[in-house]
Each structure stands twice: as C-alpha cells, then as structure tokens.
C-alpha cells in the first residue's frame, strides 16, 4: 500500500532535549517535505527536500534540521525544543511539485 | 511571490445548503491548483485539482484566471462534508513547495 509514514504519533518531552521524528514513504517520490499545523494558521512549511541531499527551508525552518540521505526517508530533527513549537506536524511526499502530495498521518507534539 | 488566500477561517451551513469555499491565488505563470481535505483527526488528502476537472464527492472547482480564483462548490451540503478544506498552488515547474492557504473549516449543520 502506497503511503507515509511518521513516528511517534504523539510524543510529549521537555524543553531543550533533541528529539527527531521520521518519515519514510515507499513511493519512489523525489519531493518531500514537513509542515506544523497550528489553530488559525493553517499549514505551515517547515523544510522541504527536492532530492537525496537536496534540502532547503520553507517558511517556518527555525529551530528545525532535515536530512535527506535516502529517497524514501526525510527526518526532521528538533536539536532543543521550545514550548513554541508544541504543534501538529505533517510530512508530505509527491512526484514532484506540480503532482499530488500524499501525507502522513501526523505528529502531535508537545514541548512542556 | 506566490500567495493562496483563503478569506473565510470558518464556515456554517445547513445541511441541503449550498457551500462555496472561496480561494484567491497570486502567480504571475499557470498554476496548477488543489484543494485538499481534512477529516477529523485524519490526514489530509487530495479532493481535486484543477486540471483533472473531475467531481469528487460532489464537489467541483472551477479555475477563474481573470479573477484569479479556484473557488469549491457544492449544490447540497452534507452532514459528512465537516472539515477542514485547504486550497493549495503549485508553480508551473513544480520545483518550488506547494503553497497552502490557511485553510477553511466547514461546519454543516444538521
């Protein structure tokens, strides 16, 4: 079955201590990509990735690291979390740009 | 610079109403234009795009070049049709990120 998948679904930690949540779709798609969701901003991109080692930051990259070392995985890393970036957070994988992004099924976070 | 205005954060209807979620774009080439779809507690997913031209539960949305626009309609709302409906732009030569506007929540009431 075609799909994206995150992990942890719900993770809560504390303030300052590096957390990562994966991503890996089995598609074969080149472009990846992570957005957080917050009430009343809508989707927000954080980082996206056009290819193996090909990263770059979307509108939000602060506080956030991606990797992209293989096709289907795409990290996003959070070296010390703040209670501000308590949020929702979807990867999203496509072709390309221009196709149908697929997402995972979410991670809530919570930073206290 | 590429820009997808959703105007409305939320919207209320009855059920059998009609629903028109209203979505504004800026880009200066041809956009290519989706509207996704979020169920509660669900992962969002693609209810149609633009060039497809295609009726997805009901739903259509037609590309308004002159007024820039990608409005999505539906004749008779349903109780199922609650959510979270985001609009989202891809440039021309897909090597830019997908745009999202801020999306719109639904409310159909019963």
């Known amino acids: 079955e075609a799909q994206v998948t995150q992990n942890p679904r719900y993770l809560i930690t504390v303030t300052g201590k590096k957390l990562t949540v994966t991503c890996s779709q089995n598609m074969n798609h080149e472009y990846m990509s992570w957005y957080r969701q917050d009430p009343g901003l809508g989707l927000r991109q954080i980082y996206y990735s056009m290819n193996v080692e090909v990263t770059d930051k979307g509108d939000v990259p602060e506080g956030y690291k991606v990797s992209r070392k293989e096709k289907r995985n795409f990290p996003l890393i959070l070296e010390s979390p703040s209670p501000n970036q308590t949020s929702l957070y979807f990867c999203?994988?496509?072709?390309?740009?221009?196709?149908?992004?697929?997402f995972g099924q979410g991670t809530r976070l919570t930073v206290v | 610079a590429q820009r997808v205005t959703q105007p409305e954060k939320l919207l209320s209807v009855f059920k059998g109403a009609p629903v028109e979620l209203k979505c504004n774009y800026s880009?200066?080439?041809?956009?290519?234009l989706f509207w996704y779809v979020q169920y509660s507690r669900q992962r969002l997913q693609l209810l149609l795009r633009?060039?497809s031209r295609e009726s997805i539960k009901g739903f259509t949305a037609d590309l308004n070049k002159g007024e820039t626009s990608f409005h999505l309609k539906k004749p008779f709302a349903q109780e199922e049709d609650s959510a979270m409906y985001y609009c989202?732009?891809?440039?021309?030569?897909?090597?830019?990120?997908?745009?999202f506007g801020k999306g719109t929540r639904l409310s159909v009431i019963a």
């Open positions: 633009h060039i």
């Open positions: 880009y200066s080439g041809s956009p290519e």
């Open positions: 999203a994988s496509s072709l390309s740009g221009r196709h149908e992004a697929f």
């Open positions: 989202a732009l891809a440039s021309t030569s897909g090597n830019t990120p997908l745009v």
